[in-house]
């Protein structure tokens, strides 16, 4: 099961709630400090609750500097049990 960005985000959005405002608000963030997701982290990030997917893309943005492959960085740890 393979997502756009996009529809990854209309996943997310389907949630409601605050952690997606959290969530919309990280994902800004990481897109005013240039770094542009790919399709399987943006699945990464729908599988997570909103509010934790806000958490980690907080992280990304924060660390983007230190992080060679942010994609890669959120796939891994949410493949290794991230919640």
Do not use: C
Not at 10 to 30: C, H, P, Y
Not at 31 to 44: C, K, N, R, T, V
Request: charged share 20%; net charge negative.
């Amino acid at each position: 099961l393979s997502r756009a960005p996009g529809e990854a985000m209309a996943v997310m959005a389907a949630d409601g709630g605050r952690g997606n405002e959290l969530f919309n608000e990280s994902l800004t963030r990481v897109h005013q400090a240039g770094i542009e997701l790919d399709s399987m982290a943006m699945q990464a990030l729908s599988s997570l609750p909103p509010a934790h997917a806000a958490e980690m893309l907080e992280y990304v943005a924060e660390n983007a500097q230190q992080l060679r492959n942010a994609s890669k960085y959120i796939t891994s740890t949410v493949s290794r049990g991230f919640v």
